[in-house]
Nanobody, 111 residues
Framework: QVQLVESGGGLVQPGGSLRLSCAAS????????MGWFRQAPGKERELVARISISGSTYYVDAVKGRFTISRDNAKNTVYLQMNSLKPEDTAVYYC?????WGQGTQVTVSS
């Protein structure tokens, strides 16, 4: 059974940083592309960043230069380092390995 467990969300002021983690089990982690999505209230879920098995990365334009996705295959964990956070980054952030989803972690950026 595939399990994706996110952690690291919280409340942060604009300009602050958070690091999200997603621990995966039930899959051969190193053989899978991993992604982070987010869903803000009243909006559709959107891809934020993805990292391939080779380590190549993709970012949506809105987060380029501020967010960094990385993976540790030895720990079966994918990370999302989020810097220079803005109020519009407020959302529930989900870890994804197709077709599976984590439960989500809330990120709130507010003063």
């Amino acid at each position: 059974q595939v399990q994706l467990v996110e952690s690291g969300g919280g409340l942060v002021q604009p300009g602050g940083s958070l690091r999200l983690s997603c621990a995966a089990s039930g899959i051969t982690f190193s053989f899978n592309d991993m992604g982070w999505f987010r869903q803000a209230p009243g909006k559709e879920r959107e891809l934020v960043a993805r990292i391939s098995i080779s380590g190549s990365t993709y970012y949506v334009d809105a987060v380029k230069g501020r967010f960094t996705i990385s993976r540790d295959n030895a720990k079966n964990t994918v990370y999302l380092q989020m810097n220079s956070l803005k109020p519009e980054d407020t959302a529930v952030y989900y870890c994804n390995v197709r077709p599976h989803w984590g439960q989500g972690t809330q990120v709130t950026v507010s003063s």
